[in-house]
């Protein structure tokens, strides 16, 4: 039996200290933004000792005018032990309601007697509750929480935060770094990064799973065992970036991951579903964001991302930073239901706008942002920094909150005792969405804002909607090729990442669609994104920071992933119909456990879901996304359609929640690495080597550098580039982006003569060309490339 809640006691004296010292902040601080800087420090829930301080910021409760008296922290035990990682449980839970103190607009409790949650046992729950004048109790949730096993939605548990951090096995890692002149250090960026989405990177789906995988391919490292193509996926890189870990959305029509109701005697009956969502990590609802998404780790103990930092951090041979992907510029619509009113600016595209403005939002931001990196991140990709604006009613004009983002850059971290601050880079399209955003937006308007030298943009073949399948695609872009080369050592580089291949597979078949890539729609795009001539040009002669999204380097599929829509789930799938086309053959589909879900629907065959998906955008576009419409309409088909027997607006939410939760199965690169080219995995790995050794090329082209594209154009792009590093050092590559085969060509004739002279070796041949090859002339294919060096 689990202790009783008898021992547990409110401390009136400590909490009226906390309460005093809040008091004092807010009238000595220099503003309101520096008081909530301190304040929201004390924010959550902090084990101190035998006691544990809880702070919460409670604007709403002012606005309500509810009293003191009526404010209570809720703490709940369960009266049986709770398995946390179990998908269902029906539970008890002891309830103890203690008084408050509040200062302004925050709400302080301290206590003794509670339980920490720890890596290896659970804790209590905890939320704040305020009465009504009829009796009924509303929950307030703490947004700042450091464990959320049941969602951000759901009450959170006390967590030992520092007995967490004390455990951590790369302290020596944090420890050996030494700032300069007493400043906190700073990294700096890394070679090349791996961009991964954990559910779909292993088998097990879990940040634990992830870490298994990375400290295994360690350990064959450290023994110098050999690697596999599936192990070489993950070498080459020192840097390594998860899609966000944050908590996400849950099922916007239920159930809720916890439902409790009120017992006779004032304990609670819960029903706890263990969440299970799946996202790509961007549907965030601000609340919870210092945490970890429970959905990604096995044992629901948030340390896990702790360990995934160490297993970077110690890999053999040399660490790996990690970079986590943090979303602060949107909420969804469902953080209305987790957050007071006091953090929204209105509705947009995403969801809601957030209150950058109200300086309390603005510092718990900051610290929710502080809280997480604090988990061991080297550095930090911020999405949509384009997004964080806020409304000028005087001129009655959006303004980019550019002070905002060097705040969010100026963050001290402390971990093992070291202070230190992270490299940063900003996905930024500004003017993006405007209509014109592709020709006029320059990808670095945070770049000449910020005051740190080596902060970095998605460059432009980075962001967004790039389909290097499309005919002519490398010759449309060359002006942005060209501004790469002049600015890009601030950029990060590559076209294959969770954005530019979702969008790639919502591309129509019918448009001029570089077929020499493969044979099948499925080849075409998997060479587009995992091409050696594009590899070629990003990692041998691009400035910036070369990145891979680890489910293109798989050869995976991957899409826009989501099942917690119910209002608009069917249209979401009407608009990601098209992927099957690109990612989906019969005779994928028709493996066993393959669309299990949809198959139990009756789309029996990859033919029967793809005339249904022939009707349904259409339908979704002719009736405005009338579900009761569509479904008449489709019934109405003849000959019927397979599936159910009887189309009803409740079995489509019941396909697009199918299509979802398959595809994401689907996803898993698991079931692409048996079918992985060991030619092609090794190739990409030496080239990343090729980066890593010869760090210089990540500087802006200089005056004795070159490139051009070969003329006549004759039915072929084919790029050569010539660069000069120090010490005498050369490099020369030779890409064939698209279009037929060349004639034979003298690769060094290519040169600029006067640098012709001299031991020019080859370094890298691309797949296709035979290994026999060591120069001299060649005939160049779609896709192939090459790379020469010569030392000084």
Known sequence: MLKTLDRITYDRVATEGLAAWCEDVLVTAEDRFDAGRKIARRLGAHVDGTHVRFGFWTPELQDWKVAEGDIFLEILRPRAPLDLTVAHSELEFDRKLLPVIRCEAFTFSVAEGLVAGRREQGGDFYALVWRDGEGVYHRILDPLAMSLPYGALAPAEIYDVAAMQAARGDAGYFQALKGR????????????????????????????????????????????????????????????????????????????????????????????????????????????????????????????????????????????????????????????????????????????????????????????????????????????????????????????????????????????????????????????????????????????????????????????????????????????????????????????????????????????????????????????????????????????????????????????????????????????????????????????????????LGFETREDLARFFEFLPALVEVTEYDLHTIATLLNAVEPALAGPETYTVANLKAIARAWMDDMHEYCNVVHSLSHLDPVQTGFMRRLRDFRAANPWLRRNFGPDDSFRYLEPIDGRTVFCAHRRGPDGKEVFALCHMEGGPTDDIEPLALLPEDRRAGRWTLALRSPGIGDDYSGGSVRLKDSMGLVFVKDG
Do not use: C
């Open 181 to 600: 002149d007493g400043a906190p250090y700073k990294f700096t960026p890394p070679t090349s990064i791996l961009q991964l989405h954990v559910p779909t990177a292993t088998a097990g789906g879990t940040l634990a799973s992830l870490t298994r995988h990375i400290e295994r391919i360690g350990e064959r490292v450290a023994h110098g065992l050999p690697l596999e193509p599936a192990d070489e996926l993950f070498m080459g890189y020192d840097a390594v970036q998860p899609l966000p870990v944050e908590p996400t959305t849950v099922y916007e029509a239920g159930p809720a991951f916890w439902q409790d109701e009120v017992l006779e005697d004032g304990s609670l009956s819960v029903s706890l579903m263990r969440p299970n969502t799946t996202n790509w990590g961007y549907d965030v609802v601000i609340a919870g964001m210092g945490t970890v998404n429970p959905v990604l780790l096995e044992t629901a103990r948030p340390d896990e991302l702790i360990d995934l930092a160490a297993a970077l951090h110690t890999f053999p041979g040399g660490p790996k930073m990690l970079i986590l992907d943090v979303v602060f510029g949107h909420s969804d619509n469902q953080g209305l239901g987790a957050l007071n009113h006091h953090y929204f600016a209105g509705p947009n595209m995403y969801g809601q706008n957030i209150d950058y403005k109200n300086p309390f939002v603005r510092a718990i931001l900051l610290e929710m942002q502080r809280r997480k990196v604090d988990f061991g991140a080297d550095g930090v990709r911020v999405d949509g920094a384009q997004d964080f604006k806020w409304w000028d009613p005087g001129t009655q004009e959006l303004h980019h909150d550019d002070d905002y983002l060097q705040e969010m850059s100026d963050i001290v971290q402390t971990v093992a005792g070291t202070d230190y601050r992270p490299w940063f880079v900003f996905e930024d399209g500004r003017p993006w969405p405007e209509e014109d955003w592709e020709l006029s937006s320059t990808y670095r308007a945070v770049i000449e804002t910020q005051r740190d030298d080596d902060v970095f943009q998605w460059g432009p073949l980075t962001f967004a909607h790039n389909t290097p399948f499309i005919y002519t695609f490398w010759l449309s872009k060359y002006w942005r090729i060209k501004e790469i080369l002049a600015h890009g050592e601030n950029w990060i580089s590559g076209t294959a990442n969770h954005d530019t291949l979702r969008r790639g597979t919502q591309v129509s078949p019918r448009l001029n669609i570089n077929t020499r890539l493969g044979d099948t729609k499925m080849e075409i795009l998997d060479k587009a994104y995992d091409n050696p001539a594009v590899s070629i040009l990003t990692y041998a002669v691009f400035p910036g920071v070369p990145m891979d999204f680890l489910n293109a380097v798989a050869r995976a599929s991957w899409g826009f992933i989501r099942n917690q829509d119910d209002k608009y789930g069917v249209k979401v799938v009407a608009e990601e119909a098209i992927s099957l086309k690109w990612q989906v053959d019969e005779y994928s589909y028709s493996m066993p456990g393959a669309f299990r879900r949809l198959k139990e």
